[in-house]
């Protein structure tokens, strides 16, 4: 723990002695931050291109629309049951 700050110390004492306003460094975090946010933008518009390749949206379309379908058959299929034990 010592031996840690003793370092931490010793690199925030050499900082200190160099000019605060290091364009260089200034630049490349610069240049950094602006490459990171395209990649991520180049990864947000692949991922929407693969998602509409695949028609995602239509696949959930259809899958819902089978369910409700299947939900409403199977409520009639027992409504009918009971309208029959109740008639007999």
């Not at 290091?22 to 602006?34: F, L, Y």
């Amino acid at each position: 723990m010592v031996i840690l700050l003793w370092i931490t110390s010793g690199s925030l004492a050499l900082a200190e002695g160099e000019p605060a306003e290091n364009p260089s460094v200034s630049e490349r975090i610069g240049n950094t931050a602006k490459k990171v946010g395209k990649k991520i933008e180049q990864g947000f518009t692949k991922a929407a291109k693969k998602l509409e390749q695949k028609k995602v949206g239509e696949k959930i379309e259809r899958k819902l629309n089978k369910a409700a379908r299947k939900t409403g058959e199977g409520f009639k299929k027992a409504g009918d049951k009971i309208d029959k034990k109740l008639g007999q």
